[in-house]
């Protein structure tokens, strides 16, 4: 299959290993309260445009040889869009999610019921304040837990517990960082990409010795959220407007494949914020 990349038209190799995504069509997206920095309830939202970029995101997934599944959007809840903040899965272990906010508090009972419906294995609500994989990331067998602005640490001990899986504390200090993964992502199993900046000195200097060869962003690469992206350990799926980045990881030998979401900016939300990674969990393996 032929996709358009900034640097080429490239033949897509087949996914070096097929990954299975949670999204939600945003049919109800849209900025109507302000709990981040990025939001601005005056600034309209083109939904039409929205549903558009949203769909060129599931549809690049489908080209890259991955699986998308949907969870029907509720009315009411417009970042709900944002489906990856309400859970995260591990071994088919699901991890719900309690939203900091009264705004997308209902949003976790959605997926969470979702997860029940489909198998998962021991769907938990999680009992500390957990924004799911809004700041907690895999990377390889351990979870970088985020902190600072919405998860509550000790949410990061009951992901551990619950997950079976070393979780590592980071500490984020700008509000225009309030997620862990608009700060930091994750490229395979070994490195990530992340702001230095965005962290306390004591996290950053945690990060620079786990990750000595982390691709190192810059405020360019974020402004767009650049590192809220989804890689499958050679395709990047990232903000078409962080073209650094791009330039920067195909030097390192991913593949960089752009999308705009450029609306969803408006809500402080990308790529990432969309796609729920449902890491290996397949219909086939219910238990
Ligand atoms: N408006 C949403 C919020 O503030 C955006 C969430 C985007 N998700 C993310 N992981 N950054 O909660």
Redesign the pocket.
Known sequence: MTMTSRFRTVETQPARSKREYLMCAPTYFDVVYA??DW?DPTVPVDRVLAQRQWQSLVDTYRQLGHVVHLINPAPGLP?MV?V??SGLVVDGVALGARYR?KE?GPEADHVLRWFEDNGFRRPLRPRYVN?G??DLLLVGETILAGTGFRTDERAHTEAEVHLGRRAVTLRLIDPRY??L??ALGVLDDNTIAYLPEAFDQRSAALLRSMFPDAVVATEDDTRSLGL?LVSDGHHVVLSAQATGLADRLHDRGYDPVPVDMSEFAK????I??CTLDLNGWSRGVRS
């Open positions: 709990i981040n939001m970042d944002f990856a903040d906010t997308r924004e994989g809004g309030y997620h993964n608009t809220n809500s402080g939300g990308g990432r914020c």
